[in-house]
T-cell receptor
Framework: DAKTTQPNSMESNEEEPVHLPCNHS???????IHWYRQLPSQGPEYVIH???SNVNNRMASLAIAEDRKSSTLILHRATLRDAAVYYC???????????FGDGTTLTVKP | SQTIHQWPATLVQPVGSPLSLECTVE??????LYWYRQAAGRGLQLLFY??????ISSEVPQNLSASRPQDRQFILSSKKLLLSDSGFYLC?????????FGSGTRLTVV
């Protein structure tokens, strides 16, 4: 299964936008790009996913590069509750499993 | 709606004791089921996954085993716990795309 690369940590100020990058240079044509976030002592929760086109939902936006080798999770206005570890993974329904890296720890400063 | 139940939330066990963690899913049929372990400050390590009853794939050699006696039940076991088995254990399910995680079990082996 293909791997992803994310920065270990990022900081943001409250009420400002946050752009969390993810590289997935070995992505295959049938891999979906998924983002999850994990609060302390909780299981990860789904944030957003996409295949080729940019996606928006109530939680975030996902910008996917044209060659699909990278993507960016966008939180339009960070709040203190957005402080979490964010994971970018590739999901292929044929593979049956995905690899989670160490993710990006987002710190939001008031 | 689909829900996933995982228990207990916390567990302290002596070295050499057995382990049984149970995970059940409601509201879906024939899901893929997963057991992950997370060390402090690290990402998720896939331990086992199952695509059907009695079908278990092990990702890493270890002191643990998994079983799927029913379609929506996934059990993680050990005959004799080691100190290195301590960690945060997460059960998850997926169907077609994406993952839904349980709330996790924090296991401390003493």
């Amino acid at each position: 299964d293909a791997k992803t690369t994310q920065p270990n940590s990022m900081e943001s100020n409250e009420e400002e936008p946050v752009h969390l990058p993810c590289n997935h240079s070995t992505i295959s044509g049938t891999d979906y790009i998924h983002w999850y976030r994990q609060l302390p002592s909780q299981g990860p929760e789904y944030v957003i996913h996409g295949l080729t086109s940019n996606v928006n939902n109530r939680m975030a936006s996902l910008a996917i590069a044209e060659d699909r080798k990278s993507s960016t999770l966008i939180l339009h206005r960070a709040t203190l509750r957005d402080a979490a570890v964010y994971y970018c993974i590739l999901v292929n329904t044929n593979a049956g499993k995905s690899t989670f890296g160490d993710g990006t720890t987002l710190t939001v400063k008031p | 709606s689909q829900t996933i139940h995982q228990w207990p939330a916390t567990l302290v066990q002596p070295v050499g004791s057995p382990l049984s963690l149970e995970c059940t899913v409601e509201g879906t049929s024939n899901p893929n089921l997963y057991w992950y372990r997370q060390a402090a400050g690290r990402g998720l390590q896939l331990l086992f996954y199952s695509v059907g009853i009695g079908q278990i794939s092990s990702e890493v050699p270890q002191n643990l085993s998994a079983s799927r006696p029913q379609d929506r039940q996934f059990i993680l076991s050990s005959k004799k716990l080691l100190l290195s088995d301590s960690g945060f254990y997460l059960c998850a399910w997926s169907l077609n795309y994406g993952y839904t995680f349980g709330s996790g079990t924090r296991l401390t082996v003493v």
